[in-house]
C-alpha cells in the first residue's frame, strides 16, 4: 500500500509572488497542472483522496477524482499555514521573510503551531491510510509538504528535504511506519510545462 502526498496546482498569487488566500482558485496553467497530476494517478490504485479544505487543494483533488473514481474527503488540518493579516500581501512589501523561523504573522500560526497541526494532520493520514483497502492520495500544500517529509517520514539515503515544493509536486510513501518515502516531490508529470512553479505558500 502506498500513500501519495501532492501539493496543489499553480494560482495566479503563486505566480505573482502573493501570500495566498484560502479562497484563491486555480489558475489555467494550475488547471493543466492538476489535470496532469490526475492523469499520471490514473492507474495508481487510488480509492481515497484527503484534501486541504482550500479551494486550490480542492480542485487539484477533483483532478484526481477524476481520473481514478475516488472519493474526497476535506480535512482543515491539511490546510497551508496560516498567515493570518499578511494574506494577499506581495512578498515584495512585506519587509522581512515570512518564512523565517522566528516570524509569527499577526492574528496567524507560528512555527511551533504550524508544525504541531501538521503533526496531528499525519496522525489522521496515517489512521485513514490503515482503514483503507487501497491507495490513499493527500492534497495539501508545499509548507505541509515540507514539513511533513522533514519531521514525519523516512527519506532514501542520500536524500534531503527540498526547500521549495513545485505546484503538483508528488511523493509516494509506504502505507506503513517507518514510512519510507519512495519518491520525493516529483514533477515529472509536468515536463512539458514552461517556466518555474510558483511560490510556497
Known sequence: MAIFVARHGET?????????MPTTPLSERGRRQAERLGARLATAGIVRILSSDFVRAIETAEAIAATTGARIEI???LRERDFGD???TPYNELGRDPFAPDYHPPNGESWAMFHDRVASAWDL???V?????GNLAV?????VCRVLVDRHLALPVGSSVPELWGNTAL???????PWQVRTLACCAHLVAEDGPSGAQA
Open 86 to 88: 499578511i494574506r494577499g
Open 12 to 20: 495566479e498569487l503563486n505566480a505573482a509572488r502573493i501570500i495566498q
Open 171 to 177: 511523493t509516494e510513501i509506504d502505507a506503513a511506519a
Open 125 to 127: 493520514v496515517a489512521r
Open 129 to 133: 491510510a490503515a482503514d483503507t483497502p
Open 139 to 143: 492534497v495539501t500544500h508545499g509548507l
Open 75 to 77: 480535512d482543515p488540518l
